[in-house]
């Protein structure tokens, strides 16, 4: 009876599926482009991804490496061979290496730390590690530091804040940090700012080893000597080579000198596995942690600081290497100087098969599988450019110096950025601009999931019911789109849609296919086959997703960007915002009075060192009313806007004209000043956080001046996102009146 | 400026302190009183009070023990010499005691478990363990099993709903299960109810070991060798001897076969030390648990079943042994048939500083003072009883076969019962009968805090307001009295209050000395004044809250009983059965709708074990009418008495009929029948969860109906409810009667 239903279901789902419109399209033109993706699809072959997966993972291949520009040959052989009209766009950017990395425990015991990650059984890649680069965080100074140790959880800002209640200062000190709750390029910095004078980065199997699951090669999980690698560059400043901000690092443009780069670490940061983490977590004496700060290594953790203490030395190659970023271009038949762009980096911190190469694969198979219908006459309409990108890995470095190197051409040209990343078994995730939100939800709805037979969009909602919290499920039920998450940062989509305010979409599968292998030694094919999707079957899914994107937008008449679901998540974000200005004042009061009338004092165990927070300035009232009124322009212009699209059409020789204003209505969003202190960030509604790293911050000027609590600056934060708003509602306005009824 | 205010605040509370009247008591009685009570406190010596915990705890002094029968020699020697008319009164009862434990990992690998807790450094208490019954469950059946090993998390009913979602059945297997989350009984009595043959309980680390705190001798938590005993008798059927349910084990009663005796476990149990659970756990293989399920032992913990298999073998002497309650009792000067009954255990599983000697011992101070008082005339009014307990640990014993004995007396002379048991230093927790809830924060308004100079309510409240949520810090706003605790079971309070319906509170103090040494071979004296009371201060003030409670309810005219604060609380208990039911209502409904139209199957990845939850019987609604009719008498009859109080008295020659009415009127609460199916539980708004053990049940006909969905039963189970309420109603109604204006 129930599999009755559920059959049911699927067969209704289908029938709605294949007669809903595709956006940008007529009744018609749908027709031709669903028969079109069907060609599509069946040019796709898992098979040959993996085929592309192994060989390109055969190797560790990080920039700068031997097999990187063997790679950057491949693909360009591979592209050209297909048709496209390829350049490998070189960028000379500066890369630093391990030369010295020293890491001791001096008291009050001794050891030292193995820092090297051991091949396992069962996964011959892992003998493979000649070229690999051994464990370390790029763009951490040189240096070397003798201190005691402090214990600082994750290293977030609440961790500071909870050790200052403890009585705790890190200055002097070297701390040990878990990996996890921030980008790890915070974790140094916070610490710097905070005095110390190192940093040991570990992931703690509580988050990613034995605790979370069985561990390589029984299981997807850390084993006791992985390390992940990483940048630790200060990113939410500006990613990209270090020496070049704001400028493609060409041959012959200025540099800073290294030591004068923002973007460098203050303080020497390494990485460490659990295994070597032990040692020295287990001789840091002290308070006990709050439980919340636990992790799942067999001891008591303590917060120091010492009487451990720990030298660490690091020494690194600061070299100026070749990047080689792969761009193929086919040129569209009708509108050639509309580019859609979509993009996936190749290079890896290792054999790369889940970061990046389970993303290229499925672009790769996009790619030839356009080609092939270009070729068989069916050309997109715009132009398309696959990029493959090097030297994501250090900081998005490939991309962001093509971005920089080529900013005047893509603001004129580009319609839209799609990215692609690592990739596994499970459910869709959609991120990035909001304008094209329904239309990536149309695809969801299109595309089945090869699980379980029903569409990606109905199985991530089906997700939604069976685990979200309340908030998601009532979305669920009274939204018709999934509602796509914001930007914030970790790969190349950051200097398209944060740099330059070009409409951008991030893509991936994920949540049936554990990590644990990410800038590992681990990241194999065995790996990534046994546990992350074996058959790649959800590279084909995301070939299906990405492939239909490129080749609606290439072939959109009026591009498919839809405003009254950025206006409806415009609304969310300003109560959020509303919301977290009330929260906080209220808090705020309440814990200020505690602490006045000596509750803290009497409520504490006078035996312990914990002593009541800090007294925090009062919260005042902003002024929101004018991010309201462009909420409310906004909301005037979408529905005009969608009214009128239902109900007229562009004039032939003013199509170029309303799709130039729809595809730069996102430039829109964005003030050549750039955000406060971060110029480089441009975008005033997604932004990675300042001191969260990837995650993001929307409306980051208002957002993070409250959080920040920079309460003079919120007012005048408001007017600025308030005016990108009402300038995008304007924009949609004279959009809308290129519509004849 | 802080501090100024602090003392300010201070000053003010101390004056509002001296002025506050006594429940019970005229103006001019209540100064009589507070002098009394002075002399009262400057009696006490915590010096003194150590010295008895040297000497009580040290040896162990299980009951049945050489030990044991010297204490209650000591103690009713002690207690003589102070001038109380001391009787030790014998029971005859079953205790089984451990003659064989084999506990071995047959399969993959074989491991024999060393069931022995090792004597540590610096704790020369640790040594002296000839006399202490090695870690077993008491209660648990004979029996020899082999089977395959199943992780069960708390072995609660919601861990086994979940193992049916991974289609896992216990059948045929051990289970093996952490402490924590139900009282232990449950564990072994779930596990054989789902068909398992035998259950192996331990410690993890996380909840008590090293995750939670540095372990003994360097902190109070549990070192890798250390086990809780402890009894897993069915007590939420009947507590106490297990032959003479509902009489008391005199020579001569009949005696229930020890086969047929129905709360026995059904199948063998035996706790281990996390050092020998690790290998058991270690070999168990299957599905990884769920996040929640996880400890804090370096390993992946799976579901099993198996491959590890294990065979255990336990043995017990199945002994009847006499036990020896001590009783002291001194005469009131006014009331003598009116008799206020105080007690506390004396027995061990082990050296037992903290459970029981650190409540012990304030209840010996307390008495030394009383009788001091007494001896230089000032006797109270009424009748006080001091009880010594032995055989707590076992199942309430000793207190179970005295009152079960005594029940015809008591039922006629008992005012109230107030217990103790193990006590800490921290915050004061208040439990019990609402009636003397506002009685009770009079004396936490009246005693300081020995380490912050505020009154007890004024720290609890601080830390209500520091550490509390949303809903504690409302009523800490809101409401003048804190609200005390119901009570479930887990120390001798429970026949007084349960089956004979004698209002009875429970006090201790906890918080700032952490456990640990619970029921282990660790509960030292040196573990004690190391980790949990340093210099027995707070021992010393629980003996000011108790003497008081003693000393007033023995001296007011009128008897403290208040009904408003009762009332509020019922309301409270009916509408968390009405959000009770609504919420099962909705979640029902939500899942089951999820169920029905396939969405589990969809978003549930099908590669993995983990299945929909079933579905459950959809929950009607139901007449909560009764039970807001009878808290509308109530509320009626409270505010009438309050009033008459207030402006009326009673008549002399009325008055001992009047306070007879007072405080028996919490028998109206209990019915003859029982509970349905546990007859000896005879409270119907207060009872141990019939599958929580000691966790509380308020309203447990109507809220365990709802719970267990019994939803035939409900409406039924509230005409109970609402009948024993609405007799409460009418004898406040009554007793208001008696309070001429």
Redo the contacts between chains.
Sequence with gaps: M??L??LL?LLLLNAVVAQEPIRGFSEEAATVQRALEAGYDSALSAEEMDGWMQRLSARPHHAGSVATEEHAEFLSELMESWGYDVTVEEYDILLPTPKIRELELTAPTTFTATLTEMPVDGDPSTLQYDDLLAPYNAFSIDGEVEGELVFVNYGVPADYDMLERYGIDVAGKIVIVKYGQSWRGIKPKLAAENGAIGTIIYSD?ADDG??A???YPD?A?KNETAVQRGSVMDMPLYPGDILTPGVGATGNVDRLEIQDAPTLTKIPVLPISYRDALPLLSAIGGT?VPEEW?G?????YHLGPGPARARLKLEFNWDRITIYDVIARLEGSDYPDEWVIRGNHYDAWNHGAADPISGLVAMLAEAKSVAALANAGQRPARTIVYAAWDSEEQGLIGSTEWVEHHAAELDRHAVAYINTDGNAR?FINIAGSHTLERFFNQIARDVVDP??G?SLA??RR??M???GDETQRQEVAERDDLRIAALGSGSDYSPFLQHLGIASVHLSFSG?GPGGSYHTLYDTYEHYTSFRDPGLVYSDALARVAGRATLRLANARILPFEFTGFTDTIELYLSELEELADEMRTETARVNA???????????????PLGPPKAESPVPYFNFAPLSNSLQLLQNAAASFEHALANGDVRENELAELNAFLYSSERLLTREAGLEGRPWYRHHIYAPGFYTGYGVKTIPGVRESIEQRSFDAVDSQIELAASVLGDMAERIEMAAGYLDP
């Design positions: 129930r599999f239903t559920f279901t199997p034995y605790a699951g069985d561990v299981g999980f006990v636990r799942a290594l067999p001891i008591t499970g699980q379980t029903v109905d199985r089906a997700r019911l069976v685990s049936e505690l602490i006045d009338d000596g509750i803290y004092d009497i409520a504490l165990d006078p035996t312990k």
